[in-house]
Structures are given as structure tokens and as C-alpha cells.
């Protein structure tokens, strides 16, 4: 996508399935960035009000406010900037909370059992889970703002090395957070202030991170891993923003509303969007409070419909607007029809393997989904508008017209 020249992640989908049927991909995008958006702003909102008693409303809105004003005044310059400080902050606050989680006397390391060992269903539920396995990678792929980074880097062998280092970071900061947790659940929280019962219901087991940081560190200590986490949502949140506000910027309004805009109104219509993401992104947090749905359902809205659209427009030939279209009617309709229960969709179409107690669709229909939408893309011929290039003379999108 760098070698073609290409500025956004929709650029190679405009340029095979045409400007309209970009800028129809493009709402499936801007509702999985919301989404995904509200789940990380929940898990801040979560974790404040639950350490030092904020408004879970008040602390949402005030770091969204923070995040959207330093990116509406100074773009991709101040989200950069910030995000090698906020990484900073982000990986020492965390590694210094660890000693004293599990040198806290309540903690006993011997006392884990096998009440927090998950276990691989044998039944038909393996397809349930076989299908959101699928779908959380699929799903991860086609997010506008990890090709955004990528494409911000001066040269191309700067962006691979960048894209490697992100990698291997993320790996590495998987360990301290599982290290709270293991430590949450070897503790004895009799021995601790917290005033609820000794052993921790299913439910409580989503905020073992903060209640660790409250009842096993020092005050002091736990403001830091409270550092660590709005480090991390800061970061996130302003790169969401941003992303899509400048691919609504680009590919929706400048390429297709108004071609002859201006520099400075491209400025402030990017600007306007980064406002409104943010303020969408606020109105889901508060009104669901479940952190792991919205981040499933944010890859599920991905998986099932942009990810198959941009494996077509990058290595098959085959597919034109017209099968774009289908393909994505045909996979959202089966989504839809399957059923989403934190959106409250009921399922009008029960697959086989429906499971009647739980209400849970085993049967893997988003993958079903995802593949109907690729299959109706490719069985089309090639587009009439497509840009006819081989991969050593490709354009800049923008330089034939539609």
C-alpha cells in the first residue's frame, strides 16, 4: 500500500470499487472506531471511578476532552508526540506497580486453584469459539488507524521497523498487566481493606486490575498505575479520532463532496470530525458498560464486512462496484439476522446448533458472514473505473478521475 502511494487504508478500496462504494465502507469503519472508542473509554471511566471515586461520567467526558483538544490544534504532530510520551509513562508506571502487588502480604501465589483456569469446551461449543477466535483476527486487520502510522513514516523501511518495534512492545507490555492479575487472583482480600467477600464472583473478575491497584498498592503506587492506564487510553484515543476523521476528510468529503476544497477548509472539516468521533465515542461509553463486548463487537462489524472488501481490492482481480456491493448487503444482512444481544437484536435466523438456554448462536455464522461478503466481491469482473496498474507502475489515487 506504501509502494502505490496510496495515503489511507480506503484508498485501494476507492480505487477498485469506486468513490461511492469507499465512502458506504466507510460507515461500517466509522461505527467500529466508535465502538471501539467507547470500550477503551469504559475501561478509563471504570477504573477511575473505582480507584479514587470520580463520576464515571465526569472522568469519560474530561480525558476525551483532553485527547480531542490536543489533536484538534496540532493533528498528526501532537498524536505522535504524545503517544511517545504517554508509551513512556504507559510501560514504567506499570513495571513499578508489579513489585508491590506481589510482595503484598495478602498475596499467596500457592492459593491459585482452578477456579480461574479456563478450559476448552468439547461440545459444540468449540465452533462459538472457534468463530470469535477467527473473527478477532480477521477483525484486527483492517483498522484505518494502524495504516496511519504506517504511512506518516518517512520511507518505507522506517515503517516496517516501526511496525516490527510495535509488535514486539506489545508482546512485552502483555506481561505486567497478567502479572496484576495473577496476583489478584492469589490474594487474600480479608487481609486488605476491601469490605466484600474473600473470593471474587465471575463477575468482579473484569476489575481485578484496578482493585489491585487499590487495595494492593500504596495510594501513591496506585496513582501511578492510574497514570499507566490513561497513558494507554490517551494514546488510543486520539490515534481513533484522528484516523477517522482524516479518512472522512480525504476519501469521503474531499474525494467525492467537494474535490475543489481548499487546504484550510480540509483543515477544520478534519477538525469537525475529530470533534464529532470523540463526542460519539463518549455517548456509547456511558449508556454500555461491558469493555470486552464493545471491543468484539467493534472486530465483529470489521470482520464481517471491510476486511473481506480489503483482501479483494489488494490481491484479486477480479470484483467490480457492483459485486462490492452485494457482497457487502449479503454478509451485513446474515449478521444481522443472526442476532447481536448487546445491541439487542433478536436472532431471526437461527443456524443450526442454536442454543436454546443460553440464547447463543454456536453455529459460526460471522465467519459465514464475513465469507459471503468475499465471495459476492470476487465474482464479479473487473471494474470499468479501476486504475489498471502493475505493481511496479502504480498512481497516487486522485490522478485519473473516476
Not at 511496525?163 to 506481561?175: A, D, N, Y
Not at 457487502?328 to 436472532?347: A, D, K, Q, Y
Request: hydrophobic share 45%; glycine share 8%; charged share 15%.
Amino acid at each position: 500500500m506504501d509502494k502505490a502511494g496510496y495515503t489511507t487504508m480506503f484508498d485501494p478500496i476507492q480505487n477498485k470499487f469506486g468513490k461511492k462504494m469507499g465512502a458506504l465502507i466507510f460507515l461500517n469503519e466509522l461505527l467500529a472506531n466508535v465502538i471501539w472508542e467507547a470500550s477503551i473509554l469504559l475501561s478509563l471511566g471504570s477504573s477511575l471511578s473505582f480507584i479514587i471515586d470520580v463520576n464515571f461520567e465526569l472522568s469519560v467526558i474530561a480525558s476525551t476532552c483532553v485527547a480531542v483538544v490536543y489533536t484538534f490544534f496540532g493533528g498528526m504532530y501532537s498524536v505522535s508526540f504524545t503517544d511517545i510520551i504517554q508509551l513512556t509513562i504507559m510501560s514504567l508506571c506499570l513495571v513499578l506497580v508489579i513489585p508491590f502487588v506481589c510482595m503484598n502480604e495478602a498475596v499467596h501465589f500457592e492459593s491459585v486453584g482452578n477456579d480461574w483456569t479456563g478450559s476448552l469446551p468439547t461440545n459444540l461449543w468449540i465452533l462459538y469459539y472457534t468463530d470469535i477466535c477467527l473473527l478477532c483476527l480477521g477483525g484486527g486487520v483492517p483498522w484505518a488507524y494502524a495504516y496511519q502510522g504506517a504511512f506518516a513514516c518517512r520511507t518505507l523501511g522506517i515503517a516496517q521497523k516501526a511496525i516490527m518495534i510495535s509488535i514486539g512492545l506489545s508482546l512485552l507490555l502483555i506481561i505486567p498487566p497478567s502479572v496484576v492479575g495473577i496476583s489478584g487472583a492469589a490474594a487474600d482480600w480479608n487481609m486488605t481493606s476491601y469490605t466484600g467477600n474473600s473470593t471474587l464472583s465471575f463477575d468482579q473478575w473484569s476489575e481485578v486490575f484496578p482493585m489491585a491497584l487499590r487495595y494492593l498498592c500504596p495510594s501513591t503506587v496506585s496513582i501511578l498505575g492510574l497514570a499507566a492506564i490513561s497513558a494507554a487510553v490517551m494514546s488510543s484515543v486520539d490515534t481513533i479520532v484522528l484516523s477517522t476523521g482524516g479518512v472522512f476528510t480525504r476519501n469521503i468529503y474531499q474525494n467525492i463532496l467537494h474535490p475543489q476544497a481548499s487546504q484550510t477548509e480540509i483543515l477544520w472539516v478534519l477538525r469537525i470530525s475529530v470533534l464529532v468521533v470523540g463526542a460519539l465515542g463518549v455517548i456509547i461509553a456511558v449508556n454500555v458498560r461491558s469493555v470486552y463486548a464493545l471491543s468484539v463487537l467493534s472486530g465483529d462489524v470489521m470482520y464481517v464486512t471491510q476486511f473481506p472488501q480489503l483482501i479483494c481490492a489488494l490481491w484479486l482481480e477480479c470484483g467490480n462496484t457492483y459485486g462490492s456491493l452485494c457482497g457487502f448487503l449479503i454478509g451485513l444482512t446474515i449478521r444481522i439476522l443472526g442476532g447481536e444481544p448487546l445491541l439487542r437484536i433478536p436472532s431471526i435466523i437461527r443456524f443450526p446448533f442454536y442454543d436454546e438456554a443460553t440464547d447463543t448462536q454456536l453455529f459460526p455464522f460471522r465467519t459465514l458472514s464475513m465469507d459471503k461478503t468475499e465471495t459476492k466481491a470476487k465474482k464479479q469482473k473487473p471494474s470499468p473505473h479501476e486504475n489498471k496498474r502493475t505493481p511496479d507502475m502504480r498512481v497516487r489515487p486522485g490522478a485519473q478521475e473516476e
